[in-house]
């Protein structure tokens, strides 16, 4: 008896790659426009470089770049490129297709909701907040919760106990394979691969169900209920 649906947040719930590369091009733009002396694929470059070795959630990129380039931080160039990423980021950072209208009527199931992500505390709240939808999940277990990320089980458990439910009882949905849908099988939950988010060209996704689109999700609980 599925008794809880949890979700990742970035690339299941909200597209956030689409979201980080329109916010970082406009932060390209206004740094050049600032006084920034390197072409658009020169910084973008640079950018991704960084974002390789620090992570995607690094923080500090560009005060990373602008060190790297003049050897300080030039903070006229610097909030350019803060003021245009956050402006863009707010714009772009939009759910998929029919999100609401599933995560509520999962709700009128009866359902507990719940995220666990590998973001930072912080950047987690402030995506769920800047969608409105901080007062919908029971439970959100992000990075800072155990410091480990997924496949490791410690975020999985975590999520379980704190909505008080069994493994069985719980439908894990995620965009990629090897952490989502590995780490929860691990502990013994059923798993949804959210292939409209898939950014790896996925082509077994080794989930229970694979959805194409997230209302789906309604008829995969109704089967695995009544089956139950």
């Known amino acids: 008896m599925i008794k809880a649906v949890i979700f990742d947040?970035?690339?299941?719930?909200?597209?956030?790659?689409?979201?980080?590369?329109?916010?970082?091009d406009a932060a390209i733009r206004a740094m050049i426009d600032a006084g920034l002396e390197l072409s658009h694929d020169e910084?973008?470059?640079r950018i991704d470089a960084i974002?390789?070795?620090k992570g995607i959630e690094f923080q500090y990129v560009f005060d990373s770049l602008l060190s790297d380039i003049f050897d300080k931080v030039d903070h006229k160039i610097l909030s350019a490129g803060v003021v245009a990423y956050r402006r863009a980021r707010e714009a772009a950072l939009v759910p998929y297709p029919h999100v609401y209208i599933t995560l509520y009527e999962l709700l009128k199931m009866g359902l507990k909701l719940a995220v666990i992500s590998d973001a930072p505390s912080k950047e987690a709240w402030l995506r769920l907040t800047?969608?409105?939808m901080h007062h919908i999940f029971d439970v959100v277990v992000t990075f800072d919760d155990t410091s480990e990320r997924k496949?490791?089980?410690a975020p999985f458990t975590l999520a379980l106990k704190k909505l008080g439910i069994k493994p069985g009882e719980a439908l894990m949905v995620g965009d990629w394979a090897e952490r989502d849908i590995i780490g929860a099988k691990q502990v013994g939950m059923k798993t949804v691969f959210a292939r409209y988010g898939d950014t790896f060209n996925t082509a077994v996704s080794g989930g229970d169900y694979d959805a194409n689109d997230i209302r789906e999700?309604?008829?995969?609980?109704k089967k695995e209920n009544a089956n139950g």
């Open 9 to 24: 947040l970035d690339n299941t719930l909200v597209d956030f790659m689409k979201m980080k590369g329109e916010a970082i």
């Open 43 to 45: 910084v973008k470059s």
């Open 51 to 53: 974002y390789k070795e």
């Open 130 to 132: 800047y969608l409105n």
């Open 151 to 153: 496949p490791h089980p």
């Open 217 to 221: 999700l309604i008829d995969f609980v």
